[in-house]
Every structure is written in C-alpha cells, then in structure tokens.
T-cell receptor, first 112, second 112 residues
C-alpha cells in the first residue's frame, strides 16, 4: 500500500546546484501534481500533469521544470537552486473527477 | 479564478471543547469541496469531502456541510482530543481534473 512515494525525504543544496525530486504512484492515477508548502502560504501548485504526456504550469512555476516520465512517475527539477526555493515539496496524484488527491510524505529541501 | 479563504490560526482549545474552522470559497459552477489534515512531519490526508450542495461530509467525528447559498464549508467537531492537533486545509476542485486550490491552513493545538 505504497500510494505516492517521494524521494529523497530531505536534501540540502548550495545555491546554483541542480536537483531532481522524484515522485511515483502505484494507484494507476491519471493526474499528478507538484506543490510547495511554505509557512503561512498553504500549498501552492508548481506544475501538474493531467494525463501521461501532458504538463501544465501552476501558480508558481518559475525556476522549475517537470517531466511526466510515464503514467507512474512525475519528476520535478531545479536547474539552478535559489534560497527562495527552500520549502517542503509535495507530490500528489488523482484518479479522476471528485475523488481526493493522494499525497506523498514530502521532500524537505533547504538551499543555502 | 477559484479561491479558498479559511480562518487564520493558530487555534488553541482544551480537550473536549467544540471546534469550528471557517472556510469560504469563490468558484464558478459547482466545485467539489474537501478538508485535508496534516499531522506533524507528514503529508496531507483527506479528512472529508462533499461534492454537491447540502452534502455533509463526515469522518472521525468531524463534519462539514456544503452550503452553496453562503459559499461555505465550515469544519466542526463536537469534542476535540489532543490527537486532533494538526494543520487543517480547506480545498476545492472545479470541473474536470483541475488541480485542487487550497486555503492557507489553520493550525489547531489541543491541550489536555
């Protein structure tokens, strides 16, 4: 009963380094999402993929890229990390319609 | 666009007190409404949902009723426990598989 799995759980980067956050779901869901969570800001959508082969920008896409590798996997890449990208990142997936999104446990990313 | 406004926290209550966390929304059409809960160090978990007007979602003693006339989805619990201490997020989804839109979250602390 893995659900949504994110790796790594923690990471510290230096400014300018690059990194890819991995997300995989085993529920055969069509849609996948990346959010960031910052104190007092709730969750803000970075990118999403409504179905395999498609990706769309969310509310805060600048500085990020995504790849929907296959139906299971949706990765988030920081090409040149900045301190403003210090956050907790959550991946989520959804089957369809009014079903709830399922969330991973998050990746805590610090950029120095 | 769609938006969710929920009461600012933190909220501190004594065990067995009554809880209300207000949530109002702005959306076109007939969105689905959700409450998620986040325990310390974890991802978000669905607490309850309602998909049409006058529906009542309920789970673990929590309830919320979809009120279209007041565009509200307030979360209530009659008697809170220390284990209910968490951050609560109200969210909505518009039509189709559009991403969830979250409120900023309300931190609840319950003291014995």
């Amino acid at each position: 009963n893995a659900g949504v799995t994110q790796t790594p759980k923690f990471q510290v980067l230096k400014t300018g380094q690059s990194m890819t956050l991995q997300c995989a779901q085993d529920m055969n869901h069509n849609s996948m999402y990346w959010y960031r969570q910052d104190p007092g800001m709730g969750l803000r959508l970075i990118y999403y993929s409504a179905s395999e082969g498609t990706t769309d920008k969310g509310e805060v896409p600048n500085g990020y890229n995504v790849s929907r590798l296959n139906k299971r996997e949706f990765s988030l890449r920081l090409e040149s990390a900045a301190p403003s990208q210090t956050s907790v990142y959550f991946c989520a997936s959804l089957e369809q319609g009014d079903q709830p999104q399922h969330f991973g446990d998050g990746t805590r990313l610090s950029i120095l | 666009g769609n938006s969710v406004t929920q009461m600012e926290g933190p909220v501190t209550l004594s065990e067995e007190a009554f809880l209300t966390i207000n949530c109002t929304y702005t959306a076109t059409g007939y969105p689905s409404l959700f409450w998620y809960v986040q325990y310390p160090g974890e991802g978000l978990q669905l607490l309850l949902k309602a998909t049409k007007a006058d529906d009542k979602g309920s789970n673990k003693g929590f309830e919320a009723t979809y009120r279209k006339e007041t565009t509200s989805f307030h979360l209530e619990k009659g008697s809170v426990q220390v284990s209910d201490s968490a951050v609560y997020f109200c969210a909505l989804r518009g039509s189709g598989n559009t991403p969830l839109v979250f409120g900023k979250g309300t931190r609840l602390s319950v003291i014995a």
